[in-house]
């Protein structure tokens, strides 16, 4: 059967990458090739395979046991320095890969592998020779923001753990200017509309509770808004009304179905306002 790295970009996926290539000699293709879904388990590996995009079909030929795969992790701010990509799309994409390795726990020929694995059970896992494997390449674990955000993913990734996750305003879009991040401030006057949106990551699925803390303006009065969960298909909806500034918290519960699913948020109002500011500061999804 093939061999198959999977892993997000960073000094322990090129560690694996290059020390198995070394060892086994085999080429690479790229997992687009249709030839990979063919192989067959239990005949001598002919290529060396490596993604940061798990397919639904490539995780299908890993349960079936058609493939050998080693899951790489390398710590979130390595991730983040090997990808070209501001911190909010460089978050859906780290985020994306370690939920899809989270949903290989438990399938036939599939090991883990991190900073501290050692080459020889790397290589005994793909049925290779114990021979010299390359030094691992120092990183960085300086941003310590990013690796709390991605905490809940990693926990899902390496042990299918459940945890809060919460993602602050800056991972959010403007509905106003579609693409650009939300500002601080939301401004209610006009027509009924999306105001905030994103910010397409996903969650461990299950049954969980939406809450967006919101700062709400003495000049919003009587401001009808709705907020929704979207992950491919509605998750679910609640409706509210502004009466008083301060702070509040809008809760929904929901149901993630998988999570592969790039989860968006909407905030609405759903009635014109000729005046009025709010604010988003940040939204929590907690397993309940």
């Known amino acids: 059967m093939d061999l198959l790295i999977v892993g997000n970009l960073g000094p322990v996926f090129e560690w694996v990458r290059d020390g198995i290539r070394a060892a086994s000699g085999l080429p690479r293709v790229a997992v687009s090739d249709p030839g990979l879904l063919a192989a067959e388990a239990g005949t001598p590996a002919e290529r060396l395979c490596w993604t940061n995009h798990l397919t639904p079909a490539l995780a299908d030929a890993v349960h079936q046991g058609r493939l050998r795969v080693i899951a790489t992790f390398d710590l979130p701010a390595d991730a983040l320095a090997a990808v070209d990509l501001t911190p909010p799309l460089a978050m859906r994409r780290i985020a994306a890969t370690l939920y899809a390795q989270g949903d290989l726990l438990g399938a036939p020929h599939v090991m883990q592998a991190d900073q501290e694995s050692d080459p020889a059970m790397l290589l005994a896992h793909c049925g290779l020779a114990e021979t010299g494997f390359p030094p691992l390449r120092n990183g960085t674990n300086s941003n310590s923001e990013f690796a709390e955000l991605l905490a809940p993913a990693y926990a899902y990734a390496r042990h299918r753990h459940r945890l809060p996750q919460i993602w602050p305003r800056s991972l959010l879009l403007d509905g106003d200017h579609p693409d650009q991040p939300l500002p601080r401030v939301i401004n209610l006057t006009g027509p009924a509309r999306t105001l905030a949106y994103g910010p397409y990551i996903g969650f461990p699925p299950g049954p969980a509770r939406l809450s967006a803390v919101l700062a709400v303006a003495p000049s919003c009065r009587h401001a009808e808004m709705a907020i929704e969960l979207h992950g ?57």
């Open 232 to 288: 491919g298909a509605p998750l679910g909806r609640g409706q509210f009304t502004l009466t008083a500034p301060g702070i509040f918290a809008a809760e929904i519960d929901v149901t993630i179905p998988s999570a592969r699913a790039a989860l968006e948020i909407r905030l609405k109002s759903t009635r014109g306002a000729i005046e009025g500011e709010i604010g988003i500061d940040h939204v929590t999804l907690t397993p309940v």
